[in-house]
């Protein structure tokens, strides 16, 4: 069952920029940064408020490593923006599961390593009315679910 917004994933050129924008507009601090060489981004998150399943809603500043990563191709063909959005759950495998048997592609067989020891799967924009959708099992939240 999805929980909650885990992030929205924002497409920038120059991740450093574009984190000080967020701070100087809107006072977000970096809570988090990562080099995520399997997905080819450079990304920081930004805490916007936790969540009672152990989890939190982050913006997610997405720069790329190399110019064929999902995201450098996605800037190269729409500039700077939103990329994707991704929901919360405390079961991606079973969550994933249930979403591809209702007809909608999962990208990820298995789910992939995500930011901060997250577990994500990605869904076809194509098939999320050109959405691109992705599921995160925070650390936090596997934890929570599994003292109950
Ligand atoms: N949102 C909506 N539509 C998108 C999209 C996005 N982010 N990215 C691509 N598309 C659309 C394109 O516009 C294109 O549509 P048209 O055919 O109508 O022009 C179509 O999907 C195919 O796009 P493409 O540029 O040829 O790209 P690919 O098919 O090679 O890849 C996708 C698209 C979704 C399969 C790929 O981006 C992917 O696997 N994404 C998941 C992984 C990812 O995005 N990782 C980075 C984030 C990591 C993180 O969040 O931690
Ligand atoms: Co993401």
């Given at each position: 069952m999805l929980t909650r917004i885990d992030h929205i994933g924002i497409a920038c050129r120059d991740l450093d920029a574009t984190a000080e924008f967020y701070r100087a507009t809107?006072?977000?601090?970096?809570?988090h940064t990562e080099v995520n060489e399997e997905q080819g981004v450079r990304e920081a998150m930004l805490m916007v408020n936790e969540t009672s399943d152990g989890g939190a809603t982050f913006l997610q500043l997405l720069e790329p490593t190399?110019?064929?990563?999902p995201v450098g191709k996605w800037l190269a063909k729409n500039g700077e923006g939103v990329h994707h959005i991704a929901f919360g759950t405390p079961d991606v495998e079973g969550d994933s599961a249930e979403i591809r048997s209702k007809?909608?592609?999962?990208?990820?067989?298995e789910p992939r390593h995500g930011t901060m020891d997250s577990r994500i799967a990605f869904l076809h924009p194509k098939d999320c009315h050109g959405v691109l959708t992705e599921l995160v099992e925070s650390a936090g939240a596997a934890r929570a679910a599994a003292e109950g």
């Open positions: 809107y006072g977000f601090e970096v809570f190399r110019e064929d990563s007809g909608v592609r999962v990208l990820d067989a």
